[in-house]
């Protein structure tokens, strides 16, 4: 059964179109996320599918209500966190929490049991000013208020932006024990390592879905030989890789430089000489395992290459 279901949905800001044509369906209890960089599209979606915005076409349902013309109804059975932290930050953590309770005509003792795990981590400090709170109470606090009303469905835009890996690991998990609970969860996310987590993922990319499955499966459809490559100078390396007449892709990964042929093939001795002769030292050239944001990086190549 879907608990989420978009139908080409469109929306454009003056010249600017955020969102082209995209459609996917959620199932109910899923973990569900949606990867891109920032300017993908992932908040307008969220803003259309939480009635907060009109598309300019398509149509979307949750838990079959439309987001048009049941707008109420939608309320009522989702808990959204947007990207930025929008509590009130004046009051403290417990008339926070008391007040979102509140506007669903419920209180924090009646659904305590269902943020229990994630209030019981702040609430040493219920007293405080949410403005006076670290990022990552902060977050803890906003997915409390989300959902204290008990939602179906909860709808998360880029959560972990701004807060620290320690903290990131923690809201994964907690995300992990709401599932396991039978809410559907929608997260959007520009951090790739995160899609890994989710049971389906859409990748977008300028508005558009580029591909939607698990990231087990992604990864397999990934076709082409993978190669890290390292020498002493990692900025001259990236300049003189994307001179190299083999080349298909080159991105930077952290200390390491992730590479394609056009070849598609395992013997890369002239690769190695070609360095050599560009002055490089210590080269390293392995064979590894794609992951989510290789998959990512390669679509957009392709796309990239079909549309020059």
């Known amino acids: 059964m879907n608990s989420i279901v978009l139908n080409n949905i469109s929306k454009s800001y003056k010249n600017v179109q955020a969102v082209k ?32 915005l ?43 929490l008391s007040f979102f309770a509140t506007v669903f005509g419920t209180t924090i003792e009646e659904n305590y049991d269902l943020i229990k795990d994630i209030y019981i981590q702040i609430e040493p400090f219920k007293k405080r000013l949410a403005g006076k709170l670290s990022g990552g109470m902060k977050q803890k606090l906003a997915l409390s208020c ?11 835009d880029e959560p972990t932006t701004g807060v620290d890996a320690v903290s990131r690991k923690e809201f994964w998990e907690m995300l992990k024990r709401l599932k396991q609970k039978g809410i ?10 995160e899609a890994e987590i989710c049971d389906r993922v859409a ?9 939607i499955d698990t990231p087990l499966n992604i990864t397999k459809q990934f076709h082409k030989l993978l ?30 430089v992730h590479y394609t042929s056009i070849s598609n093939s395992n ?9 050599e002769k560009k002055g490089h030292k210590n080269i ?13 990086m390669a679509l957009m190549t392709t796309s990239q290459k079909n549309n020059a």
């Open 203 to 211: 990748l977008l990319q300028n508005g558009e879905v580029m591909q």
């Open 146 to 156: 989300a959902l204290i009303h008990k939602p179906e469905i909860l709808i998360l």
């Open 284 to 296: 390293e050239i392995k064979a590894i395992e794609p992951n989510i944001e290789d998959c990512f």
């Open 227 to 256: 190669f890290a490559v390292k020498t002493d100078n990692m900025y001259l390396l990236i300049n003189n890789l994307r001179e190299y007449h083999d080349t298909f892709s080159v991105y930077p990964f952290g200390q390491i």
């Open 267 to 275: 013997n890369l001795a002239d690769l190695n000489v070609f360095l």
């Open 184 to 193: 559907t969860i929608l997260v959007s996310t520009p951090y790739m390592d």
């Open 21 to 52: 044509n995209v459609s996917f369906n959620v199932e109910v209890g899923e973990l569900f996320g949606l990867i891109g960089p920032d300017g993908a599209g992932k908040t307008t979606i969220f803003r259309i599918l939480t009635s907060l």
């Open 54 to 96: 009109l598309a300019d076409s398509g149509s979307a349902t949750l838990m079959n209500f439309d987001v048009v013309k049941d707008f109420r109804n939608v309320r009522n059975i989702i808990g959204y966190m947007p990207g930025r932290f929008s509590l009130y930050q004046d009051l403290s953590v417990e008339e926070n």
